[in-house]
């Protein structure tokens, strides 16, 4: 199999997170989306390192891993903090921010 | 002694400074500090005099120097003060006048809570005006010309709760300003011209500056004069100034004020000798002026409206004097002096009528009150006999002698101006003779039959308000013979001002024939329209010259429709311009931003997802840049 598809697998994921986050209210479901669209950016670095035959995509991979792994323990508590304030996880309740 | 000049000015401006801040402790005497120190001025004046009196005629004048004021490299304003003949002549006569109106102002103001002020901006009057006529430099004199204005303006204004009294005075400063700007103009022309301002080097040095410049420092000082002497076309403010205080009406017309602009024409002479354009405008004007205000004198009911009127006409007199040359500036100053006695004389008698009479003034509800009030009508006629050229009076002489000089001018100038100064003879006769009659002779046009309560009760004025009139009526009877003897006054004004006689193509006699028959003419016409018939309480409508002339000879209006009202145009124009173009554009552009901020505000929804909608359009837009860049 052509690693190419994996490319392919990837846009596609990225797509739907994309799509997600821009139509879902939820925050959990948003914030499932966001970790989609870093894992499917994931699986382009590692597809690419894999068409190019060197480590780097790999290694990127890590890195980003461990930088989802950190925006998720701040994006839940950020969650947390606001369903305990408004008793709703709609992203759309949070629109303070406007003139 | 001259040191003692200093104190001339010095008691005076000592009255005004204690009397104006010196505040309620001085209720009660400061009147008589005003007068003491007044008093105390003249007594000083006197000293003055007499040791003047005593010296050689060219070792007369005293100068006293008494501190630099401005020195800037050639640029030297000092306080310097310089008393010679000439200043001699004023200072006796602001003083002793000035005294005099003091004294009759304790009474006249008895009822007044605010008298102490009065006298302070009495005392501050006479310290400008001496400052002026003492100043040995134009600078010096220009401080003395607006301290002068100043005082006048508050003095006229002093029943500022009138309206009309407050719009007076601001009149009278306003009109004051436009001369005052003349004066300024001069004198800034003079230090181009001369490298200074002090009399010594300019008028000693006035052939050398070119005819040009010359005539137009005359029309300067020309306009100068006409600002503060009431002289047309800046005459306006002198009929309104009559809401005014009489004693301050008095002080204007007698002892100080209008007198400053033939003082500066006078003690400009060398200019104007040098500068004979300059001179024939101060002719006209004074010629103009003089018949002016006569007319004006004729149709003014108010009395004091109407000897307002004549002092505008004696005023001319003088100017027209002056603008002569060296025959008319000893003549000039004379008829300045006799004037002040009988004008301060007939205007204190004005005032003691109205006191009398509730502060009445229309003539026309006077009448027949020389029973009542003996002295104010022997005062008052006397100043009457003076100001129309009785034989024998001050008035005759001095005003005889300017005629002569008039018609000496030669030509056909001279004969125009001898004949305008006769007929200015024969008016002023009428118009005085017809205050005259309906003041003190005819039917008591102030009886109500029926209201007896409310009909004025006319009483003869306290001691403090006949001494000084009595005293003026003495100067008014005396003063002009006192200096025509032997010519007295011409030669003490000789080293000052020049003295050459005229070469009048009329004989001397004939002009005082011809001067006293005009007399006797305009006597007679008022004694024909006012003395034989009753005078009608209400004034008849009278013909077209009659109506203008109560309204000044349409002075306002003129002044309105060509100053007054464009300038309202042009003052509407200039807001309209900032209200619509000005604020316009301002407005206009924070109306144009506020409008795109309030459409811009909007992208700010607050929801997640349309910002992160703008982010992914803005990836994507970045990424296909790329990609077509790479492609490119």
Known sequence: MSPVNYVYLAALLFTIGAVGVLVRRNAIVVFMCVELMLNAANLTLVAFSRIHGNLDGQIMAFFVMVVAAAEVVVGLAIIVMLYRSRHSASVDDASLMKL | MESLIGLLVGF?????????????????????????????????????????????????????????????????????????????????????????????????????????????????????????????????????????????????????????AAVAAKKAFLVNRVGDAGLAIAIFLMFTTFG???????????????????????????????????????????????????????????????????????????????????????????????????????????????????????????????????????????????????????????????????????????????????????????????????PGLSGFFSKDQIIEAAFAKGGTQGWILGAVTLLGAAITAYYMTRVMLMTFFGEERWKRPGQESAEPHPHESPRSMTIPMIVLAFGSVFAGGLFKIGDSFVHWLEPVTQFEHGHSPLSASVVTGATVVTMLIGVGTAWLQYGRRPVPVTAPRGSLLTRAARRDLLQDDINDIALVKPGEYLTRGLVYVDNKVVDGVVNGTAATFGGLSGRTRRLQNGFVRSYAVSMFGGAAVLVAATLLMRAV
């Open chain 2, 196 to 390: 200074s301002f002090a009399f010594a080097p300019v008028l000693s040095n006035a052939t050398e500056g070119g005819e040009g410049k010359l005539t137009a420092i005359g029309l300067m000082l020309l306009l100068a004069a006409c600002g503060k002497s009431a002289q047309v076309p800046l005459q306006s403010w002198l009929g309104d100034a009559m809401e005014g205080p009489t004693p301050v009406s008095a002080l204007i017309h007698a002892a100080t004020m209008v007198t400053a602009g033939v003082y500066l024409i006078t003690r400009s002479g060398a200019i104007f000798n040098a500068a004979p354009d300059a001179q024939t405008a101060v002719v006209a004007v004074g010629a103009v002026t003089l018949l002016y205000g006569a007319i004006v004198g004729c149709a003014k009911d108010d009395i004091k409206k109407a000897l307002a009127g004549s002092t505008m006409s004696q005023i001319g007199y003088m100017v027209l004097a002056a603008g002569l040359g060296p025959i008319g500036y000893a003549f000039a100053i004379m008829h300045l002096v006799t004037h002040g006695f009988f004008k301060a004389g007939l205007f204190l008698g004005a005032g003691s009528v109205m006191h009398g009479m509730n502060d009445e003034v229309d003539m026309r509800k006077y009448g027949g009150l020389r029973k009542y009030m003996p002295v104010t009508f022997v005062t008052f006629g006397l100043g009457y006999l003076a100001i129309i050229g009785f």
């Open chain 2, 12 to 164: 005076p401006l000592l009255g005004a400074a204690v009397l104006l801040c010196g505040g309620k402790r001085l209720e009660r005497t400061g009147h008589w500090l005003g007068v003491l120190l007044a008093g105390a001025s003249f007594v000083v004046g006197a000293v003055l005099f007499f040791d003047m009196l005593g010296k050689n005629a060219d070792e007369r004048a005293l100068h006293q120097h008494l501190f630099s004021w401005v020195p800037v490299e050639s640029f030297q304003a000092d306080v310097a003060f310089q008393l010679d003949q000439l200043a001699m002549t004023f200072v006796l006569l602001i003083t002793g006048v000035g005294t005099l109106i003091h004294i009759y102002s304790v009474g006249y103001m008895e009822h007044d809570e605010r008298r102490r002020r009065f006298f302070g901006y009495l005392n501050l009057f006479l310290a400008a005006m001496l400052l002026l006529v003492l100043a040995d430099n134009y600078l010096l004199l220009y401080v003395g010309w607006e301290g002068v204005g100043l005082a006048s303006y508050l003095l006229i204004g002093f029943w500022q709760h009138k309206p009309s």
